[in-house]
Nanobody
Framework: QVQLVESGGGLVQAGGSLRLSCAAS????????LGWYRQTPGKQRELVAS???????RYADSVKGRFTISRDNAKNTVYLQMNSLKPEDTAAYYC??????????WGQGTQVTVSS
C-alpha cells in the first residue's frame, strides 16, 4: 500500500524559511518523478517544483531562486526548502510521486502560511 506523509508546514513571517518533507512507503523513489504542488482556495493546483528520475529539477517562475527540491532515494523522502517566503506563497502544499509506468500518488497536504 502506497502512503505519502508530509510534514514541515506552518506559520512563518515574510522573509522566513520552511522545509517541507514527504516520506513515502510502498514506492521505489529512484524510478519515480517527484513534485511539489500548491493550491489556494478557488484556484487550480499548480506545480511548484519537480525532480525527474535523472535528477533534473524544474521550478515555477514564481519560486526560482527561493525554493529547492531535493530527494533522498535511500530514505524515500522528498524535500522542499523554501527561503525568502512571501505572503503569496501561502497555500496548501502537496507532494506528488509518479513511479515509472504507474499512476501518480498524492500526499495529504500541509498548510504553509506566510504573514506580512
Amino acid at each position: 500500500q502506497v502512503q505519502l506523509v508530509e510534514s514541515g508546514g506552518g506559520l512563518v513571517q515574510a522573509g522566513g524559511s520552511l522545509r517541507l518533507s514527504c516520506a513515502a512507503s510502498g514506492i521505489i523513489f529512484s524510478i519515480s518523478r517527484l513534485g511539489w504542488y500548491r493550491q489556494t482556495p478557488g484556484k487550480q493546483r499548480e506545480l511548484v517544483a519537480s525532480s525527474d528520475i535523472s535528477g533534473i529539477t524544474r521550478y515555477a517562475d514564481s519560486v526560482k531562486g527561493r525554493f529547492t527540491i531535493s530527494r533522498d532515494n535511500a530514505k524515500n523522502t522528498v524535500y522542499l526548502q523554501m527561503n525568502s517566503l512571501k505572503p503569496e506563497d501561502t497555500a496548501a502544499y502537496y507532494c506528488n510521486v509518479v513511479p515509472m509506468g504507474e499512476i501518480g500518488y498524492w500526499g495529504q497536504g500541509t498548510q504553509v502560511t506566510v504573514s506580512s
